[in-house]
C-alpha cells in the first residue's frame, strides 16, 4: 500500500499555464541531494496521519474541473512496489481522464516501461541531475555531493542515461527533462545536459523539452 501525504496540492508552478494536482508519495528516495528542498518533510518524517488511495482518488472526484494534469512526485515515488503502483495508477485511471504524470530520478527504469505500457502514465518528468554521460570514475565525490551517494561504479548512473532515452523515446508530449541549478556547478554542466537532450530528441524525432530549475536552498529560507 502507497501512503501519500495528506495535503493535495493545486499549482500552477509545475506545468507552465496548466494548473496539476500535486500528489507525493511518501515512498522514501534513494538518494540524499544537495539540501534537497522535500528530504525532511517527505523522506524522513514520520506521519502519523497520511492519504491512501481511496483518498486521492475520493480528493480528485470532487476537484477533477480544477486541474488539467495529475502530478505524482515523492521522494521516489518509484520505489514503491509494482503491484502498488499498478493498482492505484489503475484506479486513478478509471476516475478521471486528466493526463497523470510521474516525477522521477529514473533509476526504476523496468517499473517505468512497465507502467508506460500498460498505458497508466502519460509522461515523465525526470531529473537529470548531472551530465550523465560524461561522467567518469573520476567523479564519484561530485555524484556524491550532487545525489548524496558514494558509488563504486557507473552501473547506476548508465541506468539513469537509459532512462532519460526512454522518456524521450515514448514521448508523446508529456515528459520533461529538468536539472536543478546546484550552486557548484557550472554553467557548461547545463550546456552539455542540453546537448544530450537535443541529441535525444534527434535521435528519436522527438521535441521533449529540457528546463533547468533554480536551486531552492531550505536552509535560507528558514532563516
Ligand atoms: S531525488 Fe528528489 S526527493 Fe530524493 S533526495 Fe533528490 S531531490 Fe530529494
Request: proline residues 4%.
Amino acid at each position: 500500500m502507497i501512503r501519500y501525504l495528506p495535503k493535495l496540492m493545486l499549482t500552477l508552478d509545475e506545468i507552465k499555464d496548466e494548473p496539476s494536482l500535486l500528489i507525493h508519495a511518501l515512498t522514501g528516495c534513494m538518494f540524499h541531494c544537495f539540501r534537497c528542498f522535500n528530504y525532511e518533510e517527505l523522506v524522513e518524517k514520520v506521519h502519523d496521519e497520511v492519504y491512501e488511495i481511496d483518498d486521492v482518488v475520493a480528493y480528485i472526484q470532487k476537484q477533477d474541473h480544477l486541474f488539467d494534469n495529475i502530478i505524482l512526485s515523492g521522494g521516489e515515488l518509484m520505489l514503491a512496489p509494482l503491484e502498488s503502483l499498478i493498482s492505484d495508477l489503475g484506479l486513478i485511471r478509471k476516475t478521471t481522464q486528466k493526463p497523470v504524470i510521474i516525477y522521477t530520478t529514473g533509476l526504476e527504469l523496468a517499473k517505468m516501461k512497465n507502467l508506460h505500457d500498460r498505458g497508466l502514465v502519460d509522461g515523465y518528468h525526470i531529473d537529470m541531475k548531472l551530465p550523465y554521460h560524461l561522467l567518469t570514475d573520476d567523479d564519484y565525490d561530485l555524484i556524491e555531493m550532487t545525489m548524496g551517494i558514494r558509488l563504486r561504479s557507473l552501473d547506476l548512473v548508465k541506468r539513469l542515461e537509459e532512462a532519460l532515452a526512454f522518456v524521450v523515446e515514448t514521448d508523446a508530449g508529456k515528459s520533461q527533462i529538468r536539472s536543478v541549478r546546484y550552486p557548484f556547478l557550472d554553467e557548461t554542466a547545463f550546456a552539455e545536459c542540453k546537448f544530450h537532450v537535443d541529441a535525444l530528441n534527434h535521435r528519436y524525432n522527438k521535441s521533449t523539452p529540457y528546463f533547468i530549475n533554480a536551486f531552492i536552498d531550505p536552509e535560507a529560507t528558514k532563516k
